[in-house]
Every structure is written in structure tokens, then in C-alpha cells.
DNA sequence: AGCTCATGGCGAG
DNA sequence: TCGCCCTGAGCTG
């Protein structure tokens, strides 16, 4: 269940693992067993995320395309693969390491052009240095939606997720409710600048943690607790639980079917 | 054992 | 906007 970080990270593993090796691929579960085939018994050649996509690139020109959706889950390890348990969509080996994968939204083979047009429908990703903020400037600046729903919008903020979404604009003050078209220039920038920061941070860390460190002392001593996905953070999943800056309770509502978490006194508007 | 929820996204209406 | 797809963890009993 991850946003773009984990994404970059996994990619990151997974290349580790399989560059430049042949690989076994198979598909326990059978339902990606053609695909598989077509790619087995070559060699990785990389592994590249954009926002939360993954492709994985052989030698025969394929590649890859996963995107885990809420419920996609990697397992890497070192060693000879265990026994497949369970609803196995994908597997790749060597004999030193293996990667299983389940319960992903999309797992399939995507030829160059596919695999091109595929990355071309997918926005910025802060994480990427190729990215182009002002391609998401643009569409910011002119939409009447709501900033809140902006930065969930995979055209222009790829790889942001509820975390991220909810995480940002409270360190800016920004109520996620505010029309894009009202975010300031020096506000788009401050927002771009920090989901670099703290999305690159969240690669390298396998974790999202957005509590500054001179907030830390006020959230341990609070209601503190780090939360199920692993991280340290000011609103996400804080419901009814009391600001560490400024004690008003953490407010929820759903936003386009998701839930969506801020301060009213610190993100007044 | 069964229910609910989750860091997503798509297509139908 | 809603329903649906995929799976597993964390509750409740």
C-alpha cells in the first residue's frame, strides 16, 4: 500500500538484486503466466519507478509494468525461492535472489512503445531529477479543484499519496480545500520543494516520517505513537487526536472517496 | 470465523 | 460519484 517512495525504493532493491542477470520468471498463480514467459530466461536490464509505477526492462526489449494499487505487496530475499504460498502473481529468481509479488492492480508486458506512451500519462514525480514542476504549475495554477485533490491527481503530483497529500499541506498551513488557482507561486514552489525533500527522505528510509525536528519534543511528548505504515507524522490517521502545535483536534473527511485529514486551526485556509 | 479498513485507480452511469 | 478490483492486518466475537 505505497506511495511513490516505496515505489523508487522497491525499484531500487530490485535492481539490486536482478540487473544484468538472467532471471527466472514465473507466475505461481498463473493468472500473469503468459506474460511471464516472455520475458523469462534473459537478462534484467533496468528497473526504472515513475511516480508509483514500476517497469522492469530485459534484454529482448520488453518490459514489465506493476503498479501494486492499494494492495500489491513485494517480497525480496536472498537465497534459493521458497515454496510459492498463496496468490502468487509474479516471481523473479536467480539462484542468489528472489521477488514475489501479490495482489497487484497491473502486472503486464508492455512493448517499447507501450512501455513509452505508458510513462508519457504520468505527471512530475518529485523524486525524479528529470522531473518538470512547472508542468505542475500550470495545471495548479489555473484549476478551481481543490489543492487537496490536486495533489492526488497522478498527471500532476505523481507518486503523492494520502500521506504525502495531507503531510504537505500541513506544513505549509494550506487548507486541502482551497481552489488551486489561490495557491501562490511561492506557495507551489514551497509545497514542490518540500515533497523532494521529504519523498526522497521516504525512499531512502523505506518510511514517511514529516515531523520536524523541532516539533519532536512536543509529539513525544503528546499522544505520539508512530503510526501502522511506519513513520512519525503531524495529521495522517490523527482523527479526534489533538494538534502537537496548536492542541484543536485533527479533523477527517472524505475526499473523493478517500480519507482526507487537517488541522482547522493551522490550515485555516 | 467474520468484519472493516488500507499509503490506488479504473470504468460505468 | 459510486462500485469494483486485488490482498492482508487488525480488530471483534
Known amino acids: 500500500m505505497p506511495e511513490g517512495n516505496v515505489i523508487h525504493n522497491q525499484a531500487r532493491r530490485l535492481s539490486r538484486a536482478f ?6 520468471v514465473d507466475s505461481p498463480q498463473g493468472r500473469f503466466a503468459d506474460g511471464a514467459a516472455r520475458v523469462s530466461g534473459t537478462v534484467v536490464r533496468k528497473v526504472e519507478a515513475h511516480g508509483k509505477h514500476l517497469y522492469i526492462g530485459f534484454e529482448n526489449d520488453l518490459w514489465i ?9 513485494w517480497r525480496m530475499g ?3 525461492a521458497p515454496e510459492p504460498q498463496g496468490q502468487l502473481r509474479l516471481r523473479i529468481r536467480t539462484d542468489e535472489s ?3 509479488l501479490r495482489g497487484p492492480t ?3 508486458v508492455l512493448t517499447p512503445q507501450e512501455k513509452k506512451a505508458s510513462v508519457a500519462r504520468i505527471g512530475p ?3 525524479r531529477a528529470d522531473a518538470d514542476p512547472e508542468a505542475a504549475w500550470a495545471k495548479v495554477h489555473r484549476s478551481s479543484q481543490s489543492i487537496g485533490s490536486l495533489l492526488m491527481d497522478q498527471r500532476i503530483f505523481a507518486g503523492v499519496g494520502n500521506i504525502y497529500r495531507a503531510e504537505v499541506l500541513f506544513r505549509h498551513d494550506i487548507s486541502p480545500f482551497r481552489p488551486g488557482k489561490e495557491i501562490s507561486r511561492a506557495e507551489f514552489d514551497g509545497i514542490w520543494a ?4 521529504l519523498m526522497t527522505q521516504g525512499t531512502k528510509n523505506g518510511r514517511i516520517d514529516t515531523v520536524r525536528p523541532e516539533h519532536m519534543p512536543a509529539v513525544m511528548g503528546r499522544d505520539a505513537r508512530v503510526d501502522r505504515h511506519g513513520g512519525e507524522v503531524y495529521v495522517y490517521r490523527r482523527a479526534g487526536m ?3 502545535l496548536c492542541d484543536s483536534e485533527i479533523r477527517i473527511a472524505e475526499m473523493q472517496g478517500r480519507n482526507l485529514y487537517w488541522c482547522p486551526r493551522c490550515q485555516k485556509s
Open 19 to 24: 540487473r544484468g542477470k538472467v532471471v527466472v
Open 65 to 73: 509494468h506493476i503498479h501494486l494499487g492499494l494492495f500489491g505487496k
Open 78 to 80: 536472498k537465497g534459493e
Open 98 to 100: 528472489f521477488a514475489e
Open 106 to 108: 497491473v502486472c503486464e
Open 125 to 127: 514525480d518529485p523524486i
Open 194 to 197: 518540500d515533497l523532494v525533500l
Open 242 to 244: 489533538h494538534c502537537y
